[in-house]
């Protein structure tokens, strides 16, 4: 028996069974640079190139490099909140307790799950002016009140329940492009 294999083929015999038709081509046996395949290369390349890709990206999105890019950043405010939910109308208001840059966007109090008990339905966006604050801007110390009075408009409403409600207090930039929530109330229903 051979070295080579199991029927008496030699290891030359068995070499020239699996050489490729190019590399049988060549006149001396030789393979040629040009006749070996690219696509390891490529395949490198193309790996590596990617892994800078993701790299990068997950850097800039993980360092905040991604945060408010070409649009306007939320100011920094904060509110406290005050409520009274039991028997009778409910009450809650959100007070101001520092803000900076409030001059641009919009701030606004989403109501949904709320009830009048009437006509009206108070699930929806209030402005600051919509809830009755008459000041020229959220100042520390302004309260956006959340009532019967300012929910509740009319006589044949009923008292406002807040135990299913939920509330947020968010700004919006003026061209809608960018938002904050910058604070949420749950009542206990909800």
């Given at each position: 028996?051979?070295?080579?294999?199991?029927?008496?083929?030699?290891?030359?015999?068995?070499?020239?069974t699996e050489m490729s038709s190019r590399e049988r081509e060549a006149p001396d046996g030789v393979i040629r640079w040009r006749d070996r395949g690219v696509s390891p290369v490529v395949g490198v390349v193309l790996m590596v190139a990617i892994t800078v890709v993701l790299v990068a990206s997950a850097g800039a999105y993980f360092f905040g490099f991604t945060e408010n890019v070409g649009g306007t950043s939320p100011p920094t405010v904060a509110f406290s909140s005050d409520q009274d939910v039991g028997p009778g109308s409910d009450t809650?208001?959100?007070?101001?307790?520092?803000?900076?840059?409030?001059?641009?966007?919009?701030?606004?109090?989403?109501?949904?799950?709320?009830?009048?008990?009437?006509?009206?339905?108070?699930?929806?966006r209030y402005t600051p002016t919509g809830l009755g604050v008459t000041t020229g801007g959220l100042t520390a110390g302004t309260t956006l009140p959340l009532d019967e009075r300012s929910l509740c408009r009319g006589?044949?409403?009923?008292?406002?329940?807040?135990?299913?409600?939920?509330?947020?207090?968010?700004?919006?930039?003026?061209?809608?492009?960018?938002?904050?929530?910058?604070?949420?109330?749950?009542?206990p229903d909800a």
């Open positions: 028996m051979s070295p080579g294999g199991v029927h008496g083929e030699s290891m030359h015999e068995k070499r020239s809650l208001a959100f007070t101001v307790k520092s803000s900076e840059g409030l001059g641009d966007g919009t701030v606004q109090v989403v109501v949904s799950g709320a009830s009048c008990g009437g006509p009206v339905d108070p699930n929806k006589a044949a409403n009923g008292p406002l329940d807040l135990s299913g409600a939920r509330v947020s207090v968010v700004w919006m930039a003026p061209d809608g492009s960018a938002g904050r929530s910058y604070t949420t109330w749950k009542g």
